[in-house]
């Protein structure tokens, strides 16, 4: 029959899909015919959110599956159909002419328990390939510090693009191997962190050893190499013409085996003695480092200082400049007020003077107005006198010859009685005086 394969021998663990495969006579003791062989989604659907982990991405890379040895005219719908046990799909992609295509499933472990089920599944007489598909997108990252966690990697990486799983690896005891994996979404954020990582230096925290990014060599660990899928030509029966076994001593098998193993032996010390060499020349790098850092740091401190100095040399002086602009501008105060204050006494001065000259001026007036007043009722008296006992020629006469003295000023010495002017009355006092101002 065209969908039977006959029995088979599996060197492997057996797959919990085996029983689904359609191989085997069915309960009428006849061989299936391929219409005839049991689907594996004749069995109970799947739950994708009872397969989901806490925080899990959906739809990614990792559960990507391919799916190869498709029969000739397959399409999307069919293959769809094939999967649709293990809930929705996310991609679908089919190659009718050459017979393979891939499709994306919701959650890693539904993918893993698909290609389970379906790998070597005979579909519509063909056994099909289910294999997960390569990760264009993932990066191996290497030379990791010692405190990078899975989220610290995962935030460094993320400023090239979207990522999908971010990953530090740890030994069996939990210890990081300062080796890492990091997926993204799309090849050309990963390009582009390649890339970058390789043309500069990236530093992930203070310690100054930059990372180290490669494309991500990807293995199936799950699988490995089946016996069927061995090509059996010609080397692999002569390959296969001896079974396991030790080789004897004295041989020629145990002889080049022997040279083999010191070859090997050889190998390995030297790797290990480039292994000790490279551990010397980092431990050497780390001291001069920290030698160099502890130096730089000294630099900072002495800049630092240099600057704080500085900013202290400048702060003095516009501290100087403002006093020395505060103590001028209180001279220019000071200058301003002394000269008011000479102006102020300057005009005083000025007043009294012109008082004095003016008092000195007013006295003389009056004085002059008081003679002639003076003078005026003593000519009326003697005239009186002159009707009585003179002639009116002899009074006029007498008259003149007393003003003439009078006129010729106070400083006269002949006028009769030492007085000054011939006044009978003498100099006038403060009564007067205030007898003039009052009049």
């Not at 001279?331 to 002394?338: D, V, W, Y």
Request: aromatic fraction near 8%.
């Amino acid at each position: 029959m065209q969908g039977y394969r006959g029995p088979q021998q599996n060197h492997g663990p057996s797959r919990p899909g085996n029983h689904l495969k359609g191989e085997g006579p069915n309960s009428n003791g006849q061989q299936p015919e391929p219409s005839e062989q049991t689907s594996p989604n004749a069995g109970l659907t799947l739950d994708p959110q009872s397969f989901r982990k806490p925080g899990e991405k959906t739809f990614t890379q990792r559960s990507r599956l391919f799916v190869g040895n498709l029969p000739t005219g397959v399409t999307e719908e069919e293959l769809v159909k094939l999967f649709s046990k293990y809930g929705n799909a996310g991609e679908i992609f089919v190659n009718k002419d050459r017979g393979f295509g891939f499709i994306r499933l919701e959650t890693r472990i539904i993918a893993e328990i698909a290609r389970a089920e379906l790998d070597d599944f005979v579909f519509k007489g063909r056994p099909i390939r289910v294999r997960f598909a390569t990760h264009g997108a993932a990066l191996s990252v290497k030379n990791l510090p010692e405190f990078v966690s899975n989220e610290l990697l995962e935030e460094a990486f993320a400023v090239f693009g979207q990522i999908e799983r971010a990953l530090v690896i740890v030994d069996d005891r939990g210890r990081p191997t300062g080796k890492g994996i990091v997926e993204f979404t799309a090849k050309p954020a990963a390009r582009k962190a390649l890339d970058k990582c390789n043309d500069s230096a990236y530093l992930l925290t203070a310690f100054p050893r930059p990372i180290t990014v490669e494309p991500m060599e990807q293995f199936d660990e799950d699988e490995g190499l089946p016996e069927k899928l061995i090509n059996r030509n010609q080397q692999y029966h002569k390959e296969r013409e001896q079974p396991p076994r030790f080789a004897q001593p004295g041989s020629f098998e145990y002889e080049y085996a022997m040279r083999w193993k010191a070859l090997m032996e050889m190998e390995k010390q030297q790797y290990e003695m480039v292994d000790r060499n490279m551990k010397e020349a980092q431990e050497k790098l780390e001291a001069e480092m920290e030698a160099a850092r502890h130096e730089h740091q000294v630099m900072l401190m002495r800049q630092d200082l240099l600057r704080r100095q500085e900013e202290l040399r400048r702060m003095e002086e516009l501290h100087s400049q403002e006093v020395q602009k505060r103590k001028q501008a209180e001279l220019r105060q000071e200058e301003e007020r002394r000269r008011r204050e000479e102006e102020m006494r300057l005009r005083n001065e000025e007043l009294m003077k012109r008082q004095q000259e003016g008092f000195r001026g007013g006295f003389s007036e009056n004085r002059e107005q008081e003679m002639r007043m003076h003078m005026g009722g003593h000519g009326m008296s003697m005239n009186r006198n002159s009707l009585g006992g003179s002639s009116g020629a002899a009074g006029a006469a007498g008259m003149a010859a007393e003003s003439a003295p009078m006129m010729a000023g106070s400083g006269s010495s002949s006028l009769p009685g030492g007085g000054q002017g011939g006044f009978p009355r003498g100099l006038p006092g403060p009564g007067d005086y205030n007898k003039q101002r009052r009049f």
